[in-house]
């Protein structure tokens, strides 16, 4: 008999349990100053803009911590330390 193939779970983006889905609230329901921060977070780089750039562990360590999205974080710390530092 064989054995049914396992489920594969993200780690990182864990099912919702029923719980959590009843308790959720839209993006519009959100107050103004957190959908902001949300906004800046999920702004996607452009296609194409993909790069492969050597970190060292202890930075890709911290910004994993922080959680979900943390590759969005990591590039807007860059374009706020490009704000503050012109080239």
């Known amino acids: ?8 779970t993200d780690l990182d983006n864990p099912e919702w ?3 959590e889905t009843k308790s ?7 107050p103004a100053s957190l959908q902001g921060k ?7 780089p452009a296609a194409g803009a993909r790069i492969a750039v050597p970190l060292s562990p202890g930075v890709v360590k911290a910004f994993r911590a922080t959680g979900t ?3 969005y974080r ?3 710390v860059l374009k706020n330390w490009l704000e503050n530092n012109p080239l």
Do not use: C, H, Y
């Open 38 to 44: 949300l906004r800046n977070i999920t702004d996607a």
């Open 24 to 30: 959720a609230v839209s993006f519009a329901g959100l």
């Open 74 to 76: 990591m590039e807007a």
């Open 69 to 71: 999205g943390w590759q």
């Open 1 to 8: 008999m064989r054995k049914p193939e396992m489920e594969i």
């Open 17 to 19: 349990t029923e719980a």
